[in-house]
């Protein structure tokens, strides 16, 4: 492929010597766990997120469970509460709602974000209903001041699902300290990612974070001492030193993301192509560029042969695994079209040269 979809050893080649320093020195301190980077990597979180709790752990998956099993640990959810949720997102914010005995409620997105409607998530609210799942699905934040009213108008907790959208903010807020808590993940790909799995906890709720702490580790809150039934989701010490030495690098690496979707966004043209959207009063930090087009399979293809690696993120929605064949839900057209319809082209490397011969060839197909 001339432009291949993702190069993670592309995305890595311009910080590779601060990485292998930073795991050299790890390796060398002879501290694994819990020592001074996991530290360090969880105050630099917080002071990005509104000075919020950090709890670093070991995937974004786990950091979702965590949020969830933390708040049934405290009381404030129980088994058997719905969560509100868009059905377009990634399987692991359902599949952390169901593990905890909880009842994922799966509503269409809007068509603009692609993120959760606060006008479908309010028609969906009943009296089990306990809390919204917002996931800034691509890089795009949810319509966090929308959702917010929705869910003070029904006292239910908001979870933010922001995997995907590090360094995103709506109106100023970053993504991460919009809600009650939030959930993140540094899985190889994503737009901090590890080299392996990694994930975080933001909250400004201190007994839920601490709650967090004990569950991750055994359920214990100090040595031989187990107040819960818990787990081992820490993060790795190695994937704490890499991950800062990444997070130091944040601005530059979504500059070059938003100078490549400009790029995009200024050169596509083709009517049988839809762009995503660019929104002025939010920061997208484009994890993936996703544009739409009814005949997607064949623009794939067509692309592949012209070169151009291209992904689907994602091609079976949730309700249509045969994992949740028992869920029940109401019809899901608009989550089912999208499935059919999105297309994420090259972005974490692409340059905005490299982009604008991308959408030149994008607007040859016809
Ligand atoms: C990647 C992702 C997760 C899960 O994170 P992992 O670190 O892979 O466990 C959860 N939600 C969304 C939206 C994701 O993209």
Request: with cysteine; net charge negative.
């Amino acid at each position: 492929m001339k432009y291949p979809f993702l190069d993670l050893r592309r995305l890595h080649a311009p910080l590779m010597e601060a990485e292998k320093e930073a795991c050299a020195r790890v390796i060398e301190s002879g501290r694994y766990l819990h020592g001074p980077e996991t530290a360090a990597l969880e105050s630099e979180m917080s002071r990005m997120h509104a000075s919020r709790e950090c709890v670093a752990v070991s995937n974004g998956l786990d950091a979702l469970r965590l949020i969830l099993r933390g708040y049934i640990a405290t009381g404030r959810l129980s088994p058997g509460d719905e969560i509100i949720v868009s059905a377009n997102t990634y399987i692991a914010s359902v599949l952390a709602i169901t593990d905890a005995g909880l009842t994922p409620v799966l509503v269409e997105p809007e068509e603009q974000t692609m993120n959760l409607s606060a006008e479908t998530a309010e028609r969906a609210v009943s009296g089990r209903t306990r809390a919204i799942m917002e996931v800034h699905l691509y890089g795009t934040p949810a319509r966090h001041s929308a959702i917010r009213e929705v869910a003070a108008r029904h006292g239910l907790l908001i979870i933010e699902d922001n995997a995907q959208s590090i360094g995103a903010s709506e109106h100023g807020t970053p993504t991460g300290a919009m809600g009650d808590a939030a959930a993140f993940s540094f899985y190889p790909t994503k737009n901090i990612g590890a080299v392996g799995d990694a994930g975080a906890v933001v909250t400004a709720d201190r007994e839920l974070a601490a709650a967090i702490r004990a569950l991750a580790n055994y359920g214990s809150d100090r040595r031989y001492h187990n107040i819960y039934q818990g787990f081992n989701c820490r993060m790795d010490e190695i994937q704490a030193a890499l991950l800062r030495v990444r997070l130091g690098h944040l601005e530059e690496d979504r500059a070059r993301r938003q100078a490549a979707a400009a790029a995009y966004a200024q050169t596509l043209d083709n009517p049988l192509v839809v762009p995503p959207a660019t929104i002025d009063t939010m920061t997208q930090v484009w994890h993936q560029y996703v544009v739409r087009c009814s005949r997607r399979d064949e623009l794939r293809a067509y692309l592949a042969g012209q070169g151009v690696g291209t992904d689907i993120h994602y091609a079976v929605p949730p309700h249509l695994q045969p994992c949740y064949s028992t869920l029940s839900h109401g019809p899901l057209p608009v989550t089912e079209r999208m499935a059919d319809e999105v297309l994420s082209l090259p972005i974490a490397t692409v340059t905005e040269r490299q982009a604008r011969e991308i959408a030149g060839i994008i607007n040859n197909f016809k």
